[in-house]
């Protein structure tokens, strides 16, 4: 992909970094479980699944079953849990050999049938507990029944004991993170008393690899940490932002006090103005709130808000004090104007961010 015209520019370099950084907060032993869902955080999940593959990663996690298909038709061959599968894509999750995160009985119920069908033995399964997100997962008033159906039923065999805490990221809700990290504790002694044979177990996320060792377990899943963000800026220095969304100018213009630009006319100039017609737009993940000054560009190293509605294919800035010229690079955001600095403008997540930039911009990955 040409360094060119709009694209996300995605440092390989830097990944690998992150992911030696958040490895080197692990006691030795403990494995590391990539998440790239929902096309890695945006970054593009094959290419950044290939790169953590070749960098000796334990595991991935992805949501669904069909994002699990696509690493395991492009070269991913270490394991791939996935998150939250859902009943009909059981059959295809065991012809591919993806472990699954069982979240309820009804879920184990129809895992086992899937599995006996296909005559599987000891398949891989991971039982997740709900241990206060109240998102999915199973109730620890049902443990018995799930400890019998997995030791009465050869056809699968426990590999993970998950659970997923509700903030890991708050140290306001410390007590609230420990109790999780508790009833986790008494969910696998209860498993281990059970079970004839050991099991992984994991609980935290990013900040929980970042905030709370006592959560680690046997392995962490890691998903934004990796690309660059620690959901607090005291973590700014160890972390490297691993993607740039860049851009170019298309064309430039004067109006005069009065005019207007984009639709409905909601931002009229005070003055005489001059603005830079930029080659992005909601169509390709810049949400309409950011219209209106709301998010500013960088072009030739200084900063432009933009002006009046963000439209489907490209949206505007004020270039009235800026030296700069159809064709040139403007940089929406980068490791120094981070999608986190972006993301609290409109009240919202690096996350929400970097998984909502579409397919139409194309990735160029950089070594
Ligand atoms: C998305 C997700 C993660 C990764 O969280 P980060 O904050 O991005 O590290 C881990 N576990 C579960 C269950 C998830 O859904």
Same mark, same amino acid.
């Given at each position: 992909m040409p360094l060119q015209g709009t694209r996300l520019e995605v440092n390989l370099a830097a990944l690998e970094h992150n992911f030696h950084y958040l490895k080197s907060k692990l006691q030795s032993g403990v494995k590391f479980m990539a998440v790239v869902k929902a096309n890695a955080y945006g970054h593009g999940a094959v290419t950044i699944a290939q790169r953590l593959q070749e960098l000796n990663v334990d595991y991935f996690a992805v949501a669904y079953v069909s994002e699990a298909v696509e690493l395991r038709d492009n070269g991913i061959h270490k394991p791939i849990l996935v998150l939250h599968p859902q009943t009909f894509m059981l059959d295809t999750c065991i012809e591919r050999c993806i472990e699954p995160v069982i979240y309820s009985v009804e879920m184990l119920d129809a895992f086992i049938t899937a599995a006996q069908a296909r005559q599987q033995k000891s398949y891989p399964i991971h039982l997740e507990f709900n241990t206060?997100?109240?998102? &999915?997962g199973i109730d620890l008033k049902d443990i018995d029944e799930v400890i019998s159906k997995v030791t009465s039923n050869s056809s699968v065999k426990v590999r993970g004991l998950q659970s997923h805490l !509700? !903030? =890991? *990221?708050?140290?306001? *809700?410390d007590d609230f993170t420990k109790s999780q990290i508790k009833l986790f504790e008494i969910i696998n002694d209860q498993l281990e008393n059970a079970l004839p044979y050991s099991f992984l177990k994991h609980e935290s996320n990013t900040s929980g690899i970042l905030n709370y060792q006592s959560a680690h377990f046997s392995m962490v899943r890691s998903g934004i940490g990796l690309y660059g963000y620690g959901n607090d800026k005291k973590f700014d220095a160890d972390l490297i932002p691993i993607a740039a969304l860049k851009s170019v100018i298309s064309q430039t213009r004067w109006i005069e006090a009065g005019e207007s630009v984009s639709y409905n006319r909601k931002f009229i100039a005070q003055e005489r103005t001059r603005y830079a017609v930029i080659a992005l737009g909601h169509g390709d993940g810049i949400n309409r709130i950011y219209g209106y000054g709301k998010a500013h560009v960088s072009i030739n190293g200084k900063l432009a808000p933009t002006l009046g509605i963000i439209c489907m294919d490209m949206f505007m800035v004020d270039i009235t004090n800026i030296d700069c010229h159809a064709g040139d690079e403007v940089i &929406?955001? =980068?490791?120094?104007?981070?999608a986190r600095d972006m993301a609290e403008k409109a009240g919202t997540i690096s996350y929400e961010i970097l998984t909502g930039i579409q397919k139409r911009v194309p990735r160029a990955y950089i070594k």
């Open positions: 206060g997100l109240n998102r &999915i !509700a !903030a =890991s *990221e708050d140290l306001n *809700e &929406i955001f =980068s490791k120094q104007l981070t």
